[in-house]
């Protein structure tokens, strides 16, 4: 983008938050993250231009998938390869290649590598593999060698850990719960067998990377009511259960909980997808969560981990990792997406959120660009795959593209009759603001000056002066910084609690 003046034009979308719950102390600092395998592992071609992209869009961390059986030999095997050592990285048998170019790609251009290690794995790493599914109660000993390959691998250039991939889901973690036969009652399985990976995980990676995180959870928003052997397990109860706690918080040591051993962590990640519900709407379902509901799970966090269900290397409070979060577009997709004005809002929202939060560390959009549409049946079925990205499969940018690069907030309802209006220049450094009204003439008058931080971020809190446009310019020397434009500036009118609030 060319330079053109002094003071150099920077609109930045202007969202309103409704609803939003004061917090005490904001985020220290929030790293801006990106999850794309598609691109990065499966478009080795197109990869090196899009990693550049990232760099250059103010993205700070790459959550990367390290899948078991992607990269260990005998996917269909029922037992392991003779001559296999499944802790040594140099085995012949492994193929690390792919991931291999895609981490190097990441670290070259400076940015920091996430890795998931997760399944599934080759049938053998299954405890049944008699049954047929590599997802079945993948065997606890042998995936902590797995994970001694992977930080042995990439400690040098790796230092945080994700464990499994929303260990709560079917697709990844079976069996989710065991059923009763010829009842619908059935009792938690996923969160033990998690429990028991993050066990054999923790040690053996600090062990071969004595400063890595090693970071548990990555758990989906939401599940169902537990009348199936593989319906999703809920996030919160699965959180109880992998800590094994009652719902007040009690320790249970019966059934799968006899002879419990916590699990340590080092921090717990989260994909706090709203699907179609803002930022601000609460799940209806209590054990649900969606980023609206960081408190609910940082209060269960909390209650589990104060019953002693899981430990911390300090004994402080977990820091929370929310390694996936976007919102699906329509277009393309009708069923599932929302408006594509109204997604880059959202997300701008969200940032807001997290950097409200001072326990969040990360946040992760997903995607980059959109999935190819794939139909397998009629209906909502027709728009299989994710559509969340920044662009639209073409190469198009949606609105949220710029919104991404430049959030801009006015928070109206936490500080009423206040208003704090927050926003971030990515990538970040520090930069001189100005903030500006619309006049009734059309005019842009500066109302403030102020000076970002050293990660971008700008802050103001001041009384609304009233209906109106905002936007903020920045006001760098040419030599600093590119101009920063988008054309979207909204009309906000404050907000005022009502007493029962």
């Not at 917090?23 to 231009?49: C, F, M, N, T, Y």
């Not at 399985?189 to 400063?211: E, K, S």
């Not at 299989?384 to 990205?389: K, P, R, V």
Request: aromatic share 8%; net charge positive; with cysteine.
């Amino acid at each position: 983008m060319p330079l053109r003046s002094a003071f150099s034009l920077a609109a930045a979308l202007l969202a309103l938050l409704a609803c939003l719950a004061p917090a005490a102390v904001a985020s220290p600092q929030v790293k801006v993250g990106i999850a794309d395998d598609g691109i990065l592992l499966h478009s080795p071609e197109r990869a090196p231009e899009v990693v550049a992209a990232w760099k250059a869009a103010g993205i700070e961390s790459v959550r990367i998938q390290v899948r078991w059986a992607g990269v260990a030999p005998g996917e269909l095997s029922p037992t392991m390869p003779l001559g296999f050592h499944p802790s040594d990285p140099d085995d012949p048998q492994y193929s690390w290649k792919y991931l291999d170019d895609a981490i190097g790609l990441v670290v070259a251009n400076g940015l920091n590598p996430i890795l998931t290690v997760t399944g599934s794995g080759p049938l053998w790493s299954s405890r049944v593999p008699s049954l047929g599914s590599p997802r079945y109660m993948p065997d606890a000993a042998k995936f902590g060698e797995f994970a001694t390959a992977v930080a042995r691998r990439y400690g040098r250039v790796a230092s945080q850990y994700l464990i499994w991939n929303e260990p709560n889901q079917p697709l990844w973690l079976q069996p989710q719960q065991e059923c009763v036969t010829g009842s619908r009652k059935c009792s938690p399985v996923a969160p033990h067998t998690y429990r028991a990976l993050v066990r054999a995980a923790y040690p053996a990676i600090h062990r071969a990377d004595p400063g890595a995180q090693v970071i548990a959870g990555t758990l989906a928003p939401r599940g169902a009511d537990p009348t199936q052997r593989n319906r999703p397990l809920r996030p919160l109860a699965f959180i109880r259960a992998f800590g094994c706690v009652d719902e007040k918080y009690k320790p249970i040591r019966t059934g799968r909980c006899r002879g419990f051993q916590p699990a340590r962590i080092d921090g717990f990640a989260y994909h706090p997808h709203s699907i179609k519900a803002s930022p601000s709407t609460p799940s209806a379902r209590t054990d649900d969560a969606n980023i609206a509901d960081l408190r609910k799970l940082e209060d269960t966090l909390d209650g589990v981990q104060r019953a002693r269900g899981f430990s911390t290397p300090t004994g402080a409070h977990t820091p929370l990792h929310l390694t996936e979060f976007g919102y699906q577009t329509s277009p393309p997709d009708p069923y599932d997406g929302i408006p594509v004005a109204r997604q880059s809002r959202w997300l701008q929202e969200a940032a807001y959120i997290a950097w409200r939060d001072p326990r969040v560390r990360t946040l992760v959009q997903y995607e980059w660009q959109d999935e190819p549409t794939k139909s397998v049946g009629s209906g909502r079925k027709k728009y299989a795959g994710w559509q969340s990205g920044l662009f639209y499969k073409n190469g198009k940018p949606k609105p949220s593209f710029a919104g991404f690069r430049h959030p801009f907030v006015a928070d109206v309802t936490t500080l009423a009759p206040r208003v704090r209006f927050w926003g971030q220049i990515r990538p970040g450094r520090s930069h001189r603001v100005a903030l500006q009204r619309r006049s009734p003439s059309g005019a842009w008058v500066t109302i403030a000056r102020l000076t970002t931080d050293t990660r971008g971020v700008l802050v103001k809190t001041m009384t609304l002066p009233g209906r109106g446009a905002y936007r903020y310019r920045t006001t760098d020397a040419p030599s600093l910084l590119e101009p920063v434009v988008t054309s979207d500036v909204l009309t906000v009118t404050p907000l005022r609690r009502s007493p029962s609030r």
